[in-house]
């Protein structure tokens, strides 16, 4: 079996910040970019930021530009999503996948991010 799993999430105040951790088969983690997407209830996913296979090439959407920051450890097969001054629009299922092309050909069940005021 195929299985992406992601861990770190958690209940957290306004301003408050966590560690997004994601386990990934190496097959997948040495050949193809990873991404955190989220979703929040009755929304559409949204993909936050994704890292090249060697770490050096990173991209952060604009919504979270400056508080979140993406980075990968290949010795362990581990991508992670360190999020800073978290505001409760950051209220989502955050979860990962590898991209090809464009597109995602594996992902996770995710885990779960809530921000209160």
């Known amino acids: 079996e195929v299985q992406l799993v992601e861990s770190g999430g958690g209940m957290v105040q306004t301003g408050g910040s966590l560690r997004l951790s994601c386990a990934a088969p190496?097959?997948?983690?040495?050949?193809?970019?990873m991404v955190w997407v989220r979703q929040a209830p009755g929304k559409g996913p949204e993909s936050v930021s994704s890292?090249?296979?060697?770490?050096?090439?990173?991209y952060t959407a604009d919504s979270v530009k400056s508080r979140f920051t993406i980075s990968r450890d290949n010795a362990k097969n581990t991508l992670y999503l360190r999020m800073n001054s978290l505001k409760p629009e950051d209220t989502a299922l955050y979860y990962c996948?590898?991209?090809?092309?464009?597109?995602?050909?594996?992902w996770g069940q995710g885990t779960q991010v809530t921000v209160s005021s």
């Open positions: 890292i090249n296979p060697g770490g050096g090439i990173t």
């Open positions: 190496g097959f997948i983690f040495s050949s193809y970019d």
């Open positions: 996948a590898s991209s090809y092309r464009g597109g995602l050909n594996y």
